[in-house]
């Protein structure tokens, strides 16, 4: 019945190369252009690329932009996580389903859409023109561009951590006299919070890597509407060398920024990254 | 799994088919497309495949080792870029084109010349790294000499965007996102919705040469110079001319 130890670890050895050559070819395939990326450039090249014109402004505009977006990501979002993985309504669950489009729109058509709703023959925009708001082309364009295309990430991210917290424990605190408000920032929000930080994390990676909603809706100018990646294929077009240094200050960047979350943050909290919110109840 | 891909980055190749691969800059595709048709009426069992991208793009494909048997560029640096990596047979002008005012359907009573340019709240044009763009500032330039600083002014400060190439620009003309934009001529014949063509007066204009070339690394230089061959034949001209394109000299255009 039982297997010979011999056989077993053949066994063991055949299902370990069936889970880790294939893992491994991924894991080089998804990191060879980034090497190659970083091994293409010089250090000169990129210092010279660092002092380019377009370089600097963008570097300011997408820090900005982006700190903005994700605050008004959290901030409207929490509430709504929490609305969404507390009801089992069926308006709920399609507003849920609802609020995933963005991740599949292509970024152009993202761009199109928001013209449609805030340029000045849109929907909102039409109005909006009347009262003296212009939207497209400003840098409250680039903003809204990520919003659009980062929030459903920081969403999904915050119900998935908000829907793995003990039931029981709300029920505790609710028994001990706690109001819903208190539940919530006090039991709650502690708990969940490295889920919601990993969800803002990955949701600020992809807007601060946002292109093509920007462009079609934004525009391009430097200083005002040109962040990163459109600095990058600004610089394409003339300068390969500040395009490179640019692409690896925006790696650097965003590399940093999901280890910050995923690594340290977690680990220094106790925690695996993978289990979230399960373990910090166990904790 | 990885076969598959390598099939797939080979190219869809059919048996007993032969294929002409043609590098072209987007402002062309009207016009290739159409030629295509004629090509393969001429040549029977010949593919023609277009690439059309940016020309700049097309160039770093081209360095990188791309398989093109031709390429025809929207401007004369990508093409010499191309040509000092030593990439290129034989090169000739087939076209030109001439950038002009493109006018949304709202502005078009308002904006009638390049000196009412500042009517216009909005105005888009190309960033100066790509060929349009280039042509834009050069124009621009001009028209600040001509119609002073004032004119400048006002100029200056209703530029909304520097798109990153020509059919943006044209998209936010298009979707009234803009008043006016410096596009080529032949953008605005092949536009879909009622945008107005304002001419920039000829002293001020500039003329854009579209270069092609036969590719060193080309499977099927004969074909590719039958190509080149139908682009500057009588038939060629006349799809080109009908797209708003210019041909290669003054003297050609004043043939009937």
Not at chain 2, 157 to 185: C, F, H, M, P, W
Request: with cysteine; net charge positive; aromatic share 8%.
């Amino acid at each position: 019945m039982i297997a010979s130890p011999s056989r077993r670890s053949r066994g063991n050895l055949a299902w370990q190369a069936a889970t880790r050559i294939p893992a491994a070819l991924l894991v080089a395939f998804i990191l060879l252009p980034v090497v190659a990326l970083i091994f293409g450039t010089s250090a000169g090249g990129f210092m010279a690329g660092l002092r380019h014109p377009l370089v600097g402004p963008a570097l300011r505009l997408s820090v900005f932009t982006t700190i903005c977006s994700l605050t008004a990501i959290v901030v409207l979002g929490t509430p709504l996580a929490w609305l969404l993985a507390r009801s089992r309504g069926r308006l709920l669950r399609w507003t849920e389903l609802a609020i995933q489009l963005p991740i599949v729109l292509p970024p152009a058509v993202a761009g199109v859409a928001l013209l449609f709703a805030f340029g000045r023959r849109g929907l909102l925009g039409a109005w909006l023109d009347r009262i003296g708001v212009h939207v497209p082309f400003t840098t409250a364009a680039v903003i809204l561009a990520e919003v659009f295309v980062a929030a459903p990430f920081f969403i999904q991210g915050a119900v998935a951590s908000f829907e793995r917290l003990d039931q029981n424990l709300v029920r505790v605190a609710r028994t001990l006299g706690a109001s819903p408000a208190r539940v919530f920032f006090r039991v709650a929000l502690p708990l969940c919070a490295p889920g919601l930080a990993r969800g803002a994390a990955v949701s600020w990676a992809r807007a601060l890597g946002e292109f093509g909603a920007t462009l079609m809706f934004a525009g391009n100018m430097s200083g005002r509407t040109q962040t990163l990646p459109l600095a990058i294929y600004t610089a394409l077009e003339s300068d390969l060398r500040a395009a490179q240094a640019l692409s690896i200050v925006l790696v650097a960047v965003a590399f940093g920024l999901l280890w910050a979350v995923h690594g340290s943050g977690a680990q220094f909290a106790g925690v695996r990254s993978r289990e979230g919110g399960e373990t910090v109840e166990r904790a | 799994m990885l076969s598959a891909i390598m099939c797939l980055a080979t190219g869809p190749a059919r048996a007993g088919q032969t294929q002409l691969v043609v590098f072209a800059a987007s402002s062309l595709r009207e016009a290739f497309d159409k030629l295509a048709g004629q090509f393969k009426r001429k040549h029977p069992g010949v593919e023609v495949v277009l690439n059309l991208a940016g020309s700049q793009e097309l160039r770093l494909q081209i360095e990188q080792g791309a398989a093109a048997d031709v390429f025809a560029s929207a401007d004369r640096r990508q093409m010499d870029a191309v040509k000092a990596g030593g990439w290129v047979l034989e090169e000739r002008i087939f076209a030109r084109n001439e950038p002009a005012l493109a006018v949304s359907s709202a502005s078009r009573a308002l904006v009638r010349s390049l000196a009412d340019l500042p009517k216009a709240t909005r105005i888009v044009i190309a960033a100066p790294q790509v060929p349009i763009g280039a042509y834009t500032a050069e124009i621009l330039a001009g028209a600040y000499r001509k119609y002073g600083p004032e004119f400048q002014k006002k100029v200056e400060a209703r530029i909304a965007s520097t798109e990153l190439n020509v059919r943006q620009v044209l998209a936010k003309v298009e979707l009234g996102e803009a008043d006016a934009g410096v596009v080529y001529r032949t953008d605005i014949a092949s536009a879909r919705t009622a945008i107005a063509a304002v001419s920039i007066p000829p002293e001020l204009n500039v003329r854009a040469e579209y270069p092609i070339a036969v590719l060193k690394g080309s499977r099927h230089p004969e074909l590719a110079a039958a190509w080149i061959e139908l682009l500057t034949s009588s038939a060629g001209r006349t799809v080109l001319g009908e797209l708003g394109f210019l041909p290669p000299t003054d003297d050609a255009r004043k043939r009937p």
